[in-house]
């Protein structure tokens, strides 16, 4: 009975890892794009959510929301597009949140 010992799932979760590329294929650029897009999206974010980081987080929503709107345009894969999601909200509402707390004013 040594077939009962082996941990099948264990050698699952060891094979598996993350990638943006499902069609396996290389897109260096939309998954740069798509990173940089989440990132902008979520540093808006969570300085929105900070009173006196209101000026930097519009900012850098300003210049997220259509960083991650063109990301989107060109992406090639759903990995991508959600990625590309993630900073569309993100940006638009650290936006929001910033202009609350006295936008674009220093």
């Known amino acids: 009975m040594p077939h009962v010992l082996q941990n099948r799932h264990f050698t699952l979760l060891q ?54 709107l063109y990301s989107q345009m060109v992406s090639a894969t759903t990995g991508e597009r959600w990625l590309n999601v993630v900073g569309m909200v993100g940006s638009a509402v650290g936006v929001a949140l910033a202009l609350a707390h006295g936008g674009f004013t220093p």
Request: proline share 6%; charged share 15%.
């Open 15 to 68: 094979d598996r890892h993350f990638t943006l590329n499902t069609d396996g294929e290389r897109h260096p650029r939309e998954n740069s794009l798509a990173v940089t897009a989440m990132a902008f999206g979520l540093t808006a974010l969570v300085l929105g959510f900070i009173v006196v980081t209101h000026m930097p987080a519009a900012i850098i929503g300003i210049v997220g929301l259509p960083l991650s």
